[in-house]
């Protein structure tokens, strides 16, 4: 390990699904509530139209004091830093939204100062009502900007928590040729080479991939936690599977669910499979016995196990661990 450690100043939470709600929709504030749902989002941003954004930050205040959110995270999506909305969200909601809100969402952050300043704003306002909890700050990173001063972002504020890779305002500010909110796309592919004879084979890609592998080694990179995004066509639960899964291989802990139907499909897949899990713990006890025993490496199984095993394990012991203890 490197002499300088990655301290981690972010409570812990469980973040398996987050479902979002638009904030201009109060009929399902309660419905969200009493869902499965590890975390909820009360959206004042691209789920409310413009003229209703002064109606719906109301109604997340009134919400956010009356409505009996249980043991879930609370968090609320402002408006950007590039509209007029974004300091009234700040200021309604640590002035008037009570102590049950954990942590606010800015959108389509670009740079560290971005954070900075609504840090500020937080700051200022919890001390002028003198707030007892801490707000949590979450960012999404969904602007070619964003992603390139990512480093700079993730260690912006002791206040950040997590970072959020939105893939439908990511393709527009690239623009990248796709209206996908997520998932794959049938013409991002390559073709084997030309042989004569032999029919050539089609190899999707991964539109996504390179931004969320960015995301989730920024955030790791300064003790904060990745968690992926939208997939926008709720009809199609397997597509959800199979893109939740490869952002829980990459060290994603959650998805958003813009969908109550995609919900238990996050809560199954950022929930590591009992098969990993055996084979975790299973990997402890041979390094354990084989410290034991003045060994470094063994074979378990036919394959190597060392010290860096060890390590992959505890990964998914921990998180099975949280999960066990915040479902019990
Ligand atoms: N939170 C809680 N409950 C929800 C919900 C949500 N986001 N979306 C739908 N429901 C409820 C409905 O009220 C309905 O309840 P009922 O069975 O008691 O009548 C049930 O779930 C099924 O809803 P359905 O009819 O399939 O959805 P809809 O047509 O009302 O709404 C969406 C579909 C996509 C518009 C809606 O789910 C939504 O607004 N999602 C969030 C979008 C968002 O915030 N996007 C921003 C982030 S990308
Ligand atoms: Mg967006």
């Known amino acids: 390990m490197s002499f300088t450690t990655i301290s981690s100043h972010a409570p812990v939470r469980l973040y398996r699904s987050k479902l979002f709600v638009p904030g201009s929709r109060p009929a399902l504030f309660e419905k969200a509530a009493a869902s499965a749902a590890d975390v909820v989002c009360l959206d004042l941003e691209d789920a409310v139209a413009p003229s209703d954004k002064e109606g719906a930050r109301d109604n997340i205040v009134v919400a ?32 008037k939204g009570g102590e049950r809100l954990d942590v606010i969402m800015i959108p389509k952050v670009g740079c560290a100062a971005d954070v900075y300043a ?24 969904e602007t070619a900007l ?3 001063n990512i480093d700079e972002i993730a260690g912006s504020s002791k206040r950040l928590e997590s970072l959020h890779f939105g893939s439908a305002d990511y393709a527009a500010s690239q623009r990248m040729r796709t209206t996908n909110i997520g998932g794959g796309n049938a013409d991002y592919v390559m073709l084997t080479d030309q042989e004569p004879g032999r ?10 991939h390179f931004p969320l592998f960015r ?20 009809g199609d639960a397997d597509g959800f599977r ?30 590591p499979p009992e098969k990993e899990v055996k084979r975790a713990e299973a990997i ?43 479902t019990a």
């Open 118 to 141: 609504i840090d500020m704003l937080i700051t200022q306002a919890s001390n002028f009502v003198g707030r007892k909890k801490r707000i949590g700050l979450e960012v999404i990173i």
């Open 64 to 95: 956010l004091n009356e409505v009996n959110w249980g043991n879930k995270t609370v968090t609320v999506r402002a408006n950007g830093l590039d509209t007029n909305f974004c300091y009234r969200d700040v200021l309604a909601l640590v002035e």
């Open 199 to 208: 029919a050539r084979d089609k190899h999707w890609n991964d539109l996504w």
């Open 146 to 148: 964003g992603l390139t």
């Open 215 to 234: 995301m989730c080694q920024a955030a790791r990179a300064h003790g904060i936690v990745p968690i992926d995004g939208p997939f926008g066509d709720y």
């Open 284 to 326: 402890l006890a041979a390094m354990k016995d084989s410290h034991e025993k003045g060994l470094g490496a063994v074979a378990l199984n036919g394959v190597l196990v060392d010290a860096a095993s060890i390590r992959q394990a505890h990964v998914i012991v921990q998180q099975v661990k949280m999960i066990r203890e915040r």
């Open 242 to 271: 199979v893109q939740a899964n490869r952002t829980a291989i990459l060290g994603c802990e959650g998805k958003w669910a813009i969908h109550p139907s995609q919900v238990a499909l996050a809560n199954e897949i950022f929930t």
